[in-house]
Structure formats: structure tokens, C-alpha cells
């Protein structure tokens, strides 16, 4: 699995952002998907994951009711919505997939997408 995010940018605090991260090479239908970042000089942190049917969906508390992760099997392609950024949210974004994954246990990781949020 090739796994392509994008979406990223500079936005100012408060502003929104979706990132996605669009798969190819196999379908993602039965992988679980998550959004990880790492800001500098920091290690790389669990965002969210949601299940393969998308009826299962976890949160970092720091991320929890301002991002929304979602799926869209049929375009083989998985979104997270970030709304209310904070400085803090400044990161290189990435996507990865995963069997049995939940915020640990990826298989397959994307090349990040960098967020930047001004404050």
C-alpha cells in the first residue's frame, strides 16, 4: 500500500484544515487507518485511527472535538478534519495503515504533509 497525505499548509490559529491521504497499490477497505504527527524536536504522536468500516473512531485528548477522522473506501482514501487549530498543532502530518493497528502496530506510512498554524 502507497499512501499519498496532502492537504497541508499554513493557517492561522483557530482556522481548519482537512488533510487527506489518498492509497493506491491495494485497497485500504479492511486496514485500519491512522493520522499521526511530529512537531520538531518532539516524537512522532498518535492523531487518530478509525476502523476499516469506519464505525470505530479513537482521539488523542489534545486533538479530541476539534479533529474528525472519516473514510471513503470506495475512493480508497481517508480525511482528517481539524478545525479550532492551535500553535500547538504544528506538525508534519501522516497517514498510515494498518491490519490490527489502533495507535500503535501501522503497517504502511505516507511521506506527512506539514501543518503550520500561526499564532
Known amino acids: 500500500v502507497q499512501l499519498q497525505a496532502s492537504g497541508g499548509g499554513l493557517v492561522q490559529a483557530g482556522g481548519s484544515l482537512r488533510l487527506s491521504c489518498a492509497a493506491s497499490?491495494?485497497?485500504?477497505?479492511?486496514?485500519?487507518m491512522g493520522w499521526f504527527r511530529q512537531a520538531p524536536g518532539k516524537e512522532r504522536e498518535f492523531v487518530a485511527s478509525?476502523?476499516?468500516?469506519?464505525?470505530?473512531?479513537d482521539y488523542a485528548d489534545s486533538v479530541k472535538g476539534r479533529f474528525t477522522i472519516s473514510r471513503d473506501n470506495a475512493k480508497n482514501t481517508v480525511y482528517l478534519q481539524m478545525n479550532s487549530l492551535e500553535f500547538e498543532d504544528t506538525a508534519v502530518y501522516y497517514c498510515?495503515?494498518?491490519?490490527?493497528?489502533?495507535?500503535?502496530?501501522?503497517?504502511?506510512w505516507g511521506q506527512g504533509t506539514q501543518v503550520t498554524v500561526s499564532s
Open positions: 497499490g491495494r485497497a485500504i477497505s479492511r486496514y485500519t
Open positions: 498510515a495503515a494498518g491490519w490490527s493497528a489502533v495507535r500503535g502496530g501501522y503497517d504502511y
Open positions: 478509525i476502523s476499516w468500516s469506519g464505525g470505530v473512531t
